[in-house]
């Protein structure tokens, strides 16, 4: 009994530590089960107070087994406290070219964690808000079950 319990509080130990611990923000929005709107936003807002330090931006998806597509595009809007706009299409792979898909997971989800931009300097402080449009080229994407931003300070550059 010992032996469990001492194995249960190190596998508890090694994920505290492990999970994000350099994170300054991490969120995901469950997306609805009967599609992605084409016109409707995953929005997010993040209060950035460090401008010195070099972030990594990524982008999260989880995808089920049944998504249609092997890619995504996606539409990023990032809006700066000042109201300035800067706008990216991006793309990501979610399957390979053999159809295996790259997310983590088993079962019908997979989650995958894309870079976004690398090594940013955000260059004011205050609230920014990120957007994220399917770009696809369906009105109603089915498959994608939710998507998210996760911002880490980098440890070097």
């Given at each position: 009994m010992?032996?469990?319990?001492?194995?249960?509080a190190i596998a508890v130990a090694l994920m505290a530590t492990s999970c994000g611990k350099d994170a300054v923000y991490d969120?995901?929005?469950?997306?609805?089960?009967?599609?992605w709107s084409s016109d409707s936003l995953a929005t997010f807002t993040v209060d950035i107070t460090d401008t010195i330090s070099a972030h990594l931006i990524y982008i999260n998806i989880r995808?089920?087994?049944?998504?249609?597509?092997?890619?995504?595009y996606l539409f990023v809007q990032t809006n700066s406290p000042s109201e300035a706009i800067l706008r990216d299409t991006v793309e990501y792979f979610l399957a390979d070219t053999k159809g295996h898909w790259t997310g983590k997971g088993f079962g019908a989800l997979r989650d995958n964690q894309f870079p976004y931009?690398?090594?940013?300097?955000?260059?004011?402080?205050?609230?920014?808000n990120f957007n994220l449009q399917q770009g696809m080229r369906t009105h109603n994407l089915n498959?994608?079950?939710?998507?998210?931003?996760r911002i880490e300070k980098a440890t070097s550059k």
């Open positions: 010992t032996r469990v319990v001492f194995g249960v969120a995901n929005i469950e997306i609805p089960q009967n599609g995808n089920t087994t049944s998504y249609p597509n092997s890619n995504l931009k690398q090594y940013v300097r955000f260059p004011e402080e205050g609230t920014y498959g994608i079950a939710s998507v998210g931003i």
